[in-house]
């Protein structure tokens, strides 16, 4: 009776420390994930050579230009002020090592899309990021509410 109640004791030390490795073994993986990227970067390249972003010369657009290149994406930078561009193209070139092309842009004037199409033909864009800001007004309003030129200009097609 004393041998089988110490094999009963050591066959349940065994399933309770088996219980124990399996649930660090869980919890490891879990805190793990949360350092690897969601996305491993072969996706992002995957989807074409080149990302275009808008609005890049500073704010959110800078932030984007800079991810997607660390992301291994080379990088075309949209914006107005021709210094900004030079100055974020150059530091993105010097960080992550990235090819970075610039486009100076007003999106406030009609004329400029037949300038971008050229300086775009030939790349394999695979992301594009709108961050243009363009208000009718200073003051926020409803999409539905704005100016009619504003409307045509923003929907698809």
């Given at each position: 009776?004393?041998?089988?109640?110490?094999?009963?004791?050591?066959?349940?030390?065994?399933?309770?420390?088996?219980?124990?490795?399996?649930?660090?073994?869980?919890?490891?993986?879990?805190?793990?994930?949360?350092?690897?990227?969601?996305?491993?970067?072969?996706?992002?390249?995957?989807?074409?050579?080149?990302?275009?972003?808008?609005?890049?010369?500073?704010?959110?657009?800078?932030?984007?230009?800079?991810?997607?290149?660390?992301?291994?994406?080379?990088?075309?930078?949209?914006?107005?002020?021709?210094?900004?561009?030079?100055?974020?193209?150059?530091?993105?070139?010097?960080?992550?090592?990235?090819?970075?092309?610039?486009?100076?842009?007003?999106?406030?004037?009609?004329?400029?899309y037949e300038h971008i199409k050229e300086k775009l033909t030939g790349l394999e864009i695979g992301i594009l990021v709108n961050n243009v800001g363009m208000l009718p007004n200073l003051l926020?309003?409803?999409?539905?509410?704005?100016?009619?030129?504003?409307?045509?200009?923003?929907?698809?097609?």
């Amino acid at each position: 009776m004393g041998d089988v109640l110490e094999q009963f004791f050591i066959l349940t030390g065994l399933l309770v420390c088996l219980a124990c490795l399996v649930k660090c073994m869980r919890f490891s993986r879990c805190i793990l994930l949360n350092y690897w990227k969601v996305l491993p970067k072969p996706f992002l390249r995957s989807m074409g050579q080149w990302a275009v972003i808008t609005g890049a010369g500073d704010g959110i657009g800078k932030a984007y230009s800079f991810e997607l290149a660390r992301h291994g994406l080379d990088v075309v930078l949209i914006s107005r002020t021709l210094e900004k561009l030079e100055a974020t193209a150059t530091e993105i070139e010097r960080t992550t090592g990235r090819s970075v092309k610039i486009i100076q842009a007003d999106f406030t004037k009609d004329d400029i899309y037949e300038h971008i199409k050229e300086k775009l033909t030939g790349l394999e864009i695979g992301i594009l990021v709108n961050n243009v800001g363009m208000l009718p007004n200073l003051l926020p309003s409803h999409f539905l509410n704005a100016p009619d030129e504003i409307q045509v200009s923003c929907s698809p097609g």
